[in-house]
C-alpha cells in the first residue's frame, strides 16, 4: 500500500509539472525555459562521498523535472567542502537564481548561506536536510524519524523475538537527520526487552571508510558478540559487511540501510544485507521542482505541515515525504517507482537473483 501511494505521489507530482511547463527546453545544467515567469533555480548537492544517490538518483531526477517544467536551472555538487558550497551560492546568487535550494553539509554554513541569500531577495529551500537556525522557506524531505522507525522495525523483523546484541553506527553528528534516524530507530528498538545495545558510535561525514574502521573498533570491543547491526545508510552497511566478511559473519548478522541503491539492493538479494529504505528520488525531485517553481512565480508552495527548528526557534513549513521499507520481498518496488534500472541491478552474479526476486 506504501508503494502504491509513494507512486501515484509521483504521478501526481509528474502532471503538476507538466501543467506548469511554460515554454521548451535545452541541454546542458542551465535547462531552458521562460525565464520571466520561473526565473533561474539553483540547487547545490552536498558530495559524492556520504551517498552515491546524489549523483546517480538526485541529479537525474532533478535535472527530468526542471527540464519537463520548462525552466532554467543549475545544479552542483559541493563535493564535501562546505567553503566550496559556499562559493557556489554566491555564484549562483550573482548568475540570477531566484530559489535556491541547498543540502546543507553542517547547520552552521548553512543557514550562512540562507541568510545571504535572503539579503539579496532570493528565496530558500532546504532539501532533504533540515538547517537547524536557518531561515529556508520550505523544507521538503522524508518523515525522517518515520525512516529511522522502519530500519528499526526491518531490524526487529530479520532479528525476531530472541535475545539480541546491536550495534548502531549512526551517520554524521553533524547531519539533523541522522539525529532523527537513529531517534526513530531507537523508539522501536529500545522498547523490546530482549535486545541490548552494545556499540554505538556515529561516523562523521558519513564517511564510508571510516565506517570500517569504526565498525571493526566496535565489533573487536564486544568480541564479535553481536546478532544485529543498525546501520544509518546502505554506504556505511556496505562497510559492516565488509568486516562482517572478514569474520565469517555476514549473512549471519542482520545489517539495515538507506537510499536503496545498487550496493544495498544487490546485498539485499545476497542475504548480506537486512533492508533498507526508498526514498523515491523521482518523488523527492518532483516535490522540489514544483515547490521551486511555486516560488519563483511569487507563489506559496503547498506544504503537508511544519517540522520543529528548535535552534532558530521557529516551526519551518515542511513537504514530508513517505519512506518505503525495502527488504528481499519487495526489491522490485524500487524498479518499478522507476528510481533504477534493472539492467543497473541485475549484473552478473545478481542476474538470477533478481529472476528469483521476480525483477526481469
Known amino acids: 500500500m506504501k508503494r502504491t501511494r509513494n507512486l501515484v505521489l509521483v504521478g501526481i ?12 527546453s535545452s541541454d546542458g545544467s542551465d535547462g531552458g525555459g521562460s525565464k520571466d515567469k520561473a526565473g533561474k533555480i539553483g540547487v547545490i548537492l552536498p558530495d559524492t562521498k556520504s551517498s552515491v544517490r546524489w549523483e546517480s538518483a538526485d541529479r537525474p531526477a532533478l535535472e527530468k523535472a526542471f527540464k519537463a517544467a520548462g ?3 543549475d545544479i552542483q555538487n559541493a563535493e564535501g567542502d ?10 549562483m546568487i550573482t548568475d540570477g537564481v531566484t530559489v535556491l535550494a541547498i543540502v546543507n553539509l553542517d547547520s552552521d554554513s548553512g543557514a550562512a548561506i540562507e541568510a545571504k541569500a535572503a539579503k539579496q531577495g532570493v528565496k530558500t529551500i532546504d532539501y532533504d536536510r533540515l538547517t537547524l537556525g536557518g531561515s529556508a522557506d520550505v523544507y521538503i524531505s522524508y518523515d525522517n524519524s518515520k525512516v529511522g522507525a522502519l530500519q528499526g522495525e ?10 539480541a546484541n546491536i550495534i548502531y553506527l549512526n551517520g554524521s553528528p553533524t547531519d539533523n537527520n541522522a539525529t532523527l534516524f537513529s531517534q526513530g530507530a531507537h523508539s522501536v528498538l529500545d522498547k523490546i526487552s530482549n535486545y541490548k545495545n552494545v556499540a554505538e558510535q556515529a561516523v562523521p561525514d558519513w564517511d564510508n571508510d571510516k565506517a570500517v574502521t569504526i565498525f571493526e573498533q566496535l565489533y573487536t570491543r564486544v568480541d564479535g558478540k553481536v546478532d544485529g547491526v ?8 556496505g562497510g559492516v559487511i565488509s568486516i562482517l566478511k572478514k569474520n565469517g559473519q555476514n549473512g549471519k548478522v542482520p545489517v539495515t540501510g538507506q537510499d536503496a541503491t545498487v550496493e544495498g539492493l544487490q546485498n539485499i538479494l545476497t542475504g548480506d544485507q537486512c533492508m533498507t529504505i526508498q526514498k523515491s528520488a523521482t518523488g523527492q525531485a518532483g516535490a522540489l521542482a514544483k515547490a521551486a517553481i511555486a516560488m519563483a512565480k511569487g507563489d506559496k508552495p503547498e506544504t503537508t505541515g511544519t517540522v520543529k527548528d528548535d535552534t532558530g526557534k ?4 515542511a513537504i514530508l515525504l513517505d ?6 520481498s519487495n526489491v522490485k518496488a524500487v524498479i518499478d517507482a522507476g528510481d533504477m534500472k534493472a539492467s543497473d541491478l541485475c549484473t552478473g552474479a545478481y542476474a538470477k537473483l533478481c529472476t528469483d526476486a521476480g525483477i526481469s
Open 154 to 163: 526491518g531490524l526487529a523483523k530479520c532479528l525476531g523475538d530472541k535475545p
Open 323 to 328: 519512506p518505503v521499507a525495502i527488504d528481499k
Open 82 to 91: 562546505a567553503d566550496k558550497m559556499a562559493t557556489i551560492a554566491d555564484g
Open 314 to 317: 521557529r516551526d519551518v513549513p
Open 13 to 24: 507530482m509528474g502532471a503538476s509539472l507538466a501543467l506548469s511547463a511554460c515554454g521548451g
Open 230 to 237: 543498525y546501520a544509518a545508510n546502505d554506504g556505511l552497511a
Open 71 to 73: 525552466v532554467k536551472y
